[in-house]
């Protein structure tokens, strides 16, 4: 298979940096496989391998390029070009296929790559870490930083929305994704949320798509939110960090692992903080979730899992 990639339009320390699919690639005539957030738009590398029989597409932003009134006509296209497109949103995978009466997408998880995995089992003498922004004032996030910091914490951030008095609590700003790594396997837990939250412009952008309303994932733009996977949790999981979503209307997480067995929920935001507490007084209770997460990803979820069962044509949705 021929793995091509277009690092335009993405920052330099994403997630897509330590996938490393180009290892896999085999110089192939018959089969490519695209993914970077460009690469699908690329017109000079699509007509370089528009003969090939076999076109493929790893898409991981999804739903993003729905909201955005530049990239809807795109996204909504970018079809046209793909035998197989992966997106690692299920809910606008279904809903592609659907509107546009094919069945070419499938759902998928962002992978990670085992050279980054954590190989032992390390002490962890932080409670808690958090990495991102307060997107659009979100008092969800607001409320996980919050409560994060009343612990022995760490917190990234590129700093966009973070009030000012959170200042003091940061502990590095665009730091490489390495480095954040370095102390993920330090900390007991992982808390995020798995949702986007959107402006007026950007609900109003959505809903100029084509039968908009049969996509779930777009069930509740009037409350402003969309589901989306993030990568911090594979992060965290492959790192032995056990995960701690803020539960949302989607799941989405559960496409992959198992509630209570593998990752835990909280589900109102006053609840955070006494479950923090508790993993934190009790991490040996909590311990064995964190380590099934971590031997159900390293076996299935991989970078090189994930791209053989793409090669072998695997139907993620069986």
Request: aromatic share 14%.
């Amino acid at each position: 298979m021929k793995i091509v990639r277009d690092r335009t339009g993405e920052y330099g320390d994403c997630a897509y940096e330590y996938l490393n699919w180009e290892s896999y690639d085999d110089n192939s005539t018959e089969e490519v496989f695209f993914y970077g957030y460009e690469t699908a738009h690329n017109a000079k590398i699509k007509e370089t391998y528009s003969n090939y029989n076999r076109k493929i597409y790893y898409q991981g932003e999804q739903p993003c390029g729905f909201y955005s009134m530049r990239d809807i006509p795109r996204s909504l296209n970018v079809g046209e070009y793909f035998d197989e497109i992966y997106s690692t949103c299920p809910y606008s995978a279904e809903w592609m296929n659907l509107i546009h009466g094919y069945d070419k997408y499938r759902k998928i998880i962002f992978p990670h790559n085992l050279d980054w995995a954590i190989k032992d089992d390390p002490e962890k003498p932080l409670d808690v870490i958090y990495w991102g922004n307060v997107p659009n004032g979100s008092k969800v996030v607001l409320n996980i930083l919050n409560s994060v910091v009343k612990f022995k914490h760490a917190f990234y951030t590129l700093g966009h929305g973070v009030p000012q008095y959170m200042a003091p609590h940061i502990t590095g700003i665009n730091t490489p994704r390495v480095e954040m790594w370095e102390t993920l396997r330090k900390c007991k837990v992982m808390v995020t949320a798995n949702l986007l939250y959107l402006t007026d412009e950007q609900v109003h952008a959505t809903k100029m798509c084509p039968r908009w309303k049969e996509n779930e994932a777009f069930s509740h733009l009037d409350a402003h939110i969309m589901p989306q996977i993030k990568t911090r949790p594979i992060e965290a999981i492959f790192n032995r960090s056990l995960v701690v979503l803020k539960e949302d209307p989607w799941r989405i997480f559960d496409n992959f692992f198992t509630p209570d067995e593998e990752f835990l929920y909280y589900k109102d935001d006053e609840d955070l903080e006494p479950l923090l507490r508790d993993i934190s007084n009790n991490w040996k209770d909590y311990k064995p979730i964190a380590d099934r997460a971590y031997e159900k990803a390293t076996k299935l979820y991989s970078t090189d899992q994930v791209l053989k069962e793409i090669q072998e044509r695997v139907h993620f949705d069986d």
